[in-house]
């Protein structure tokens, strides 16, 4: 089950659990999302209909700045160079939902994050490994060098 969906004015192929990156959305972490502009619809592998009337909705996960990307202007013989980079603002969504001709196609819960256990005893154990791990605390002797005297130092000696 997927759909083709348009966004910022690119196109996405979309399934309930993907995460897909979009253009930035004037919307905040946890917010539901509705991408009406849906091109196409799939409900089974090789069949592709037209996605009028369907609906595509998600929850945004996450945003952000992407990767800095370079942009070099060079002449040659003209001793012109410039470089500046741009950072695109992106709205993480996570697709929920795809509904279309009365069904509804939606994404697996997330399993719900484990709490971390504070007792006394975790931090002693884990203690205990870390100070196994890093050796017996001695610190290691100094390498001797392989120093040899210059010129005038051995010049002195002989005399």
Do not use: W
């Not at 160079?81 to 196609?105: L, M, N, S």
């Not at 001797?144 to 051995?154: E, F, L, N, Q, Y």
């Amino acid at each position: 089950m997927y759909a083709v969906i348009r966004a910022g004015g690119k196109q996405y192929r979309v399934a309930p659990g993907d995460v897909v990156k979009v253009e930035k959305l004037p919307a905040e972490h946890g917010n539901v999302i509705e991408f009406n502009d849906v091109l196409a619809v799939s409900a089974q592998e090789g069949h592709i209909g037209p996605g009028q009337g369907a609906v595509v909705s998600g929850e945004v996960v996450d945003s952000g700045r992407g990767d800095k990307i370079l942009v070099f202007h060079f002449k040659r013989k003209k001793q012109y160079k410039k470089i500046f980079g741009h950072r695109q603002p992106f709205t993480a969504v996570r697709i929920t939902e795809i509904a279309f001709d009365g069904q509804k196609f939606t994404a697996p819960e997330l399993p719900a994050a484990k709490p971390k256990a504070k007792h006394a005893e975790h931090k002693e154990a884990a203690h205990a490994k870390a100070g196994a791990k890093k050796g017996s605390g001695k610190k290691p002797k100094a390498k001797a060098s392989a120093h040899k005297p210059g010129k005038k130092a051995a010049a002195k000696k002989k005399k």
